[in-house]
């Protein structure tokens, strides 16, 4: 057999088993069953998926086209071949997302009250209104470009911005002119909400808007008074958004990232572009010419472009097309010891609670504000708190952590943040960070040279008699009060005294003052953590042959990592059963006679974005288990810092057990692969268990 053809029969292709992924967010939107606003709320993740797919996957490979490069995939597959596959595999669900969008969600949303009604469907007191607002608001801020200057190139067009395109009929034998117009939605909403006075025979709609570029589009007139307009159509483009950084080159980090930045906002090659359908073809052909766009990458759309929008009416006021809202609670250890409300005291620091034994968090499900805030917090409040160092991956927006930090240098504690600069599309936002935190007196570093800092780690270090103690946070998500609310992360708080030394030795390794590559407990990439778990699946090897107890359970976003999948492989081979919940991305195949027969497979995909990684390898019936930030890839184990703690106590060992026991048994929202490499829907095994159904019931 062909070794192209052993490649293919033993690993799924990473982009096509990515696509696979994104197809079952789609699901949740074409599911009846979710709320309506729910359904919109996946269809505009769905889109959003899809919009950094072709940005950084699909640029990628478009690249290695180009430059003709011989690099083979896992399953060794060309470039070419992997293109070919993705335009295949997309086509079908672009076009049941927007069947859905068209004959079900909004007929249904309108029905229940919340409307994107089309111009026709308007009285003529609500497009005088919109007239007047587009007078007012729209008609000021919008610029008319002219596309088709002959002689001269053709005008940028920012990745991702809506536009017109309008035909103005020419003179005599001239060439019609062709007009862009950007959809100023940056400022404008995309949808313009339609007064209450205006709802008319509508009156009692919770919500009625109108598309900004219906709105536009029917106001032309005003915008190019005398000019005789031939067509209008809407095109969208999405640009190559990855960054050539030359770190080891670069005097300031800084420096270097922001003048990326601005050659990314000046725009990399145009790998896709979407057209309305009632786009001319003499228009197609001049977009397409003047932008360089492949025609295979080029996608006719039936109603709306840029369905990420449609997350903005998630936040309409209509409970009852929503998911019922959940805010979960404070673990009982830490439950005595919240900052106090005016008048009164907690009955205890959070340091005396982490100090009775360690604290395991599950977001969202025990709550971000009363745990990893509260304790950054209380540090920052704390005078016996001398430092504190933290990891910053992705941050909101009005971050209490960042406040907390800024009042802990102001204080006169020491601080410390690694700001990664490099976090993909979080750059401008850690930058502004990066800068707010340096005025204000926190030492800010940015990492070593040419890994990304992806670890998620904590210190806190306090003087208690004299001596100093050392509390640690190490997680799966990011500091990021946001996320914390949407995707579902493990957290451990200790008062370990090694695992404290770990990160001591961590950060300085992180602020160059070190070079460690050994830690007492921590396993951490790019040193020890690939070896120590192929170490690990080989212990459980052994355990099988000498006929004791044995099995693998893990827990993460992607499994691709050709070295551990192969381990894994070798494990199946010698009975050790495996059980993989795998979100995202996977290589590794599932139920294949004679490879991977005991490996089973699992992906749950539901309300929350499921984030957590854990690994459990059961070593003859003294189980060991570690929960970290570290995905099975190779750019985390290779080309990030990433760190796994491992979890000691017996009872949040057992608790670890029972949750990946809960998501193992998950038929509601969890996908099993088969071994033709496709995913069985759930709904297919009984009885119905939804795991983050029961974990919000536990905490309710």
């Known amino acids: 057999m062909d070794v192209d053809d052993v490649r293919a029969k033993r690993y ?46 699909v640029a990628s490979l478009i690249a290695q086209l180009e430059s003709n490069s011989s690099r083979l995939s896992i399953d060794g597959s060309s470039a070419a071949e992997q293109l070919q596959a993705i335009h295949h595999q997309l086509g079908p669900l672009l076009k049941q997302q927007h069947h859905h969008l068209k004959h079900r969600l909004l007929p249904q949303l309108e029905q229940r009250g919340v409307g994107i009604l089309d111009y026709p469907q308007l009285s003529r007191r609500q497009k005088d209104w919109l007239a007047s ?14 596309l088709n200057i002959p002689g001269k190139p053709f005008p940028f067009i920012s990745s991702l911005s809506i536009n017109l395109a309008v035909e103005i009929q020419g003179s005599g034998l001239g060439t019609n002119e062709l007009i862009r117009l950007k959809l100023p939605n940056k400022n404008i909403p995309r949808w313009i909400t339609l007064p209450v006075a205006l709802h008319g025979e509508r009156a009692g709609a919770l919500h009625l808007c109108v598309p900004l570029e219906q709105v536009i589009r029917n106001n032309l007139r005003a915008l190019l008074p005398g000019r005789r307009i031939s067509s209008i159509s809407l095109f969208r483009v999405t640009r190559d958004a990855d960054l050539a950084l030359q770190e080891e080159e670069a005097e300031d980090l800084m ?36 932008m360089g766009v492949d025609a295979n990458w080029v996608q006719r759309v039936d109603r709306f472009l840029g369905l990420e929008d449609l997350m903005a009416l998630h936040g309409v006021n209509a409970p009852a097309l929503k998911d019922r809202p959940f805010h979960g609670s404070t673990p009982a250890p830490l439950r005595g010891c919240q900052s106090p409300e005016e008048g009164r005291q907690a009955r205890e620091s959070i340091f005396t609670a982490i100090r009775r034994g360690d604290v395991l968090l599950h977001h969202p499900f025990d709550r971000f504000e009363s745990t990893v805030e509260e304790f950054i917090h209380q540090a920052a409040c704390d005078p016996d708190v001398q430092a504190i160092k933290i990891t910053l991956y992705r941050v909101s927006k009005d971050s209490p952590i960042i406040a907390s930090l800024i ?132 212990r459980e090897i052994q355990h099988a ?74 070593n003859d019936n003294a189980p060991q288990v570690w929960l970290g930030s570290a995905d099975w890839m190779p750019r985390n184990l290779d080309r990030r810092v990433e760190a796994v703690v491992p979890i000691e106590q017996p009872g949040l060992v057992e608790r670890l057990g029972e949750l990946l026991e809960l998501y193992i048994k998950d038929s509601s929202a969890g996908w099993l692969l088969q071994a033709n490499g496709r995913y069985r829907p759930p709904g297919q095994e009984t009885p119905d268990n939804s795991a983050q159904e029961q974990l919000m019931q536990s905490k309710r």
Request: aromatic share 8%.
């Open 255 to 290: 420096e270097a990232m922001q003048t990326s930045l601005r050659r990314r906002k000046a725009g990399g090659e145009v790998v896709r572009l979407e057209l309305s359908g009632d786009t001319p073809r003499r228009v197609q052909q001049q977009l397409i010419a003047g």
């Open 545 to 618: 042959h000498a006929g004791r107890r044995c099995g693998i359970k893990a827990k993460m976003n992607a499994l691709v990592d050709q070295r551990l999948i192969d381990k894994l492989y070798d494990a199946s081979k010698a009975g050790v059963p495996v059980e993989l919940i795998v979100r995202g991305a996977c290589s590794c195949t599932s139920g294949v006679a004679g490879l991977s027969e005991r490996i089973r497979i699992r992906s749950v995909v539901g309300r929350f974005l499921e984030h957590s990684r854990v690994f459990w390898f059961e």
């Open 133 to 146: 607002y587009f007078q007012a608001q729209i008609q000021p801020v919008l610029t008319a470009t002219r």
């Open 407 to 538: 009042a802990a240098a102001e204080r006169g504690k020491q601080v410390l943040a690694l700001v990664e600069l490099k976090a993909r599309f979080d750059e401008d936002n850690n930058i502004r960070w990066a800068r707010q935190l340096e005025r204000s007196g926190v030492h800010v570093v940015y990492g070593v040279i040419g890994l990304k800092t992806h670890t998620k780690i904590a210190l806190v270090i306090r003087r208690e008699k004299g001596v100093l103690r050392t509390y640690s946070h190490v997680g799966t998500g990011n500091y990021n009060s946001k996320t914390a609310a949407l995707y579902t992360d493990l957290g451990l708080l200790s008062a370990d005294a090694d695992l404290g030394q770990d990160l001591i030795s961590l950060f300085n390794y992180l602020t160059g003052f070190s070079k460690q590559s050994a830690y007492r407990k921590l396993l951490v990439a790019p040193t020890t953590l690939r070896e120590r778990m192929l170490e690990l699946i080989e």
């Open 12 to 57: 799924i292709n990473r982009e096509l088993s990515w696509i696979a992924f994104n197809q079952r967010v789609l699901d949740l939107a074409l599911q009846s069953k979710s709320p309506l606003l729910e359904q919109a709320k996946f269809s505009a993740i769905f889109s959003n998926n899809l919009d950094e797919f072709f940005m950084v996957r």
